[in-house]
């Protein structure tokens, strides 16, 4: 029996250019039978294949309760996340990709892991993983500055197969300005956070949608939006470029008296490209911070969604299922 109450488990996945294995990812996700029950939130970000067309039939025939919602625009795989977060009704919460490198069979470990650790957050970590190396490389580099610049425990691996509970996702489901970063919103919501080992797969198609744009876009997201350490560091390298500034004065100075004329005025050239260029990264800096208070100060929208559909599951066995509600925005 099938009913409306909130199920134990949401788990939402951003979909974006998935059609070759959004249908064997939902398949295999809706044979789990977690305690509570189980829903699931696909969040199409701005997809340019067929995508679409095949998670509406997929959630039209859906024999478990199941949300599609549709975003105007390719928004980023963190806002497509919060979007599903605030569609979520589980008790507690998972999200992961669309590529089927999360096993499917892990979901049910994770979330009872979860529940019975009485953690408001789980991440997974990998033995082994199956990225090309330089998406290796990045997101070494990308927890590498999360320990500098967040909040988190000591050698947490930050990856998108993680469980939250029910009230964690919505306390981070209420942010509203244009650049999130879940991690850092976690962060800083909570501390009692822990992490589970489970397997990872190659890639069954294609390739990673992330580039190395994104990947700056999202170190720039986590060095601007949850911290002021660049701006700190910012300053420090000011100060010591003031001090050497005095050091060498005086040292112009003193062999100015000592020996006559000073020379070097390559190393003044040096001195002056130094400068500038540490100068200009640091007006670089100051103006990411500007920039970012200025477009959510004017109002720039973290996603916009074009429609939502629900599945309406028979309520027994044995009646045909609904057609699916589709509600337009």
């Excluded at 009913?3 to 939902?26: D, H, K, M, W």
């Excluded at 019975?116 to 993983?129: F, M, N, Q, S, W």
Aim: some cysteine.
């Amino acid at each position: 029996m099938i009913t409306a109450s909130a199920p134990g488990l949401s788990i939402v996945i951003p979909v974006y250019n998935s059609r070759e294995t959004i249908g064997q990812l939902l398949d295999a996700l809706s044979a789990l039978q977690p305690e509570g029950g189980l829903e699931i939130v696909l969040v199409n970000d701005g997809s340019l294949d067929r995508t679409h067309e095949l998670c509406t039939a997929i959630v039209g025939r859906a024999a478990i309760p199941m949300v599609y919602v549709e975003h105007m625009r390719n928004f980023g795989e963190h806002n497509a996340v919060l979007t599903g977060l605030r569609h979520a009704r589980g008790s507690y919460v998972i999200t992961m990709d669309d590529d089927l490198q999360n096993p499917p069979g892990e979901v049910v470990r994770l979330y009872d892991h979860t529940r019975k650790a009485g953690l408001d957050v789980v991440y997974t970590r990998y033995a082994v993983k199956a990225h090309a190396g330089w998406r290796n490389l990045g997101s070494r580099f990308s927890n590498w500055v999360a320990d500098r610049l967040l909040d988190k425990p000591k050698g947490l691996y930050l990856s998108s197969f993680r469980c939250m509970s029910g009230p964690t996702a919505k306390a981070v489901a209420d942010y509203r300005a244009p650049y999130p970063y879940i991690d850092g919103l976690l962060m800083q919501v909570t501390q009692k956070i822990g992490s589970l080992e489970v397997a990872h797969l190659p890639r069954a198609h294609g390739v990673s949608n992330y580039n190395m744009r994104r990947l700056v876009r999202l170190w720039l997201n986590l060095a601007t939006s949850f911290s002021l350490l660049p701006l700190r560091l910012a300053t420090v390298a000011g100060a010591l470029m003031g001090i050497a500034g005095v050091l060498g004065a005086a040292a112009i100075v003193v062999e100015a008296l000592l020996v006559g004329t000073p020379s070097g005025w390559a190393s003044i050239a040096v001195i002056l490209l130094l400068v500038g260029g540490l100068q200009c990264m640091m007006l670089g800096i100051i103006g990411e911070y500007v920039g970012r208070t200025f477009l959510a100060a004017s109002g720039k929208p973290q996603s916009a969604v074009r429609s939502v559909t629900m599945s309406t599951p028979a309520e027994s066995i044995g009646q045909p299922a609904r057609r699916p509600t589709v509600v337009s925005l």
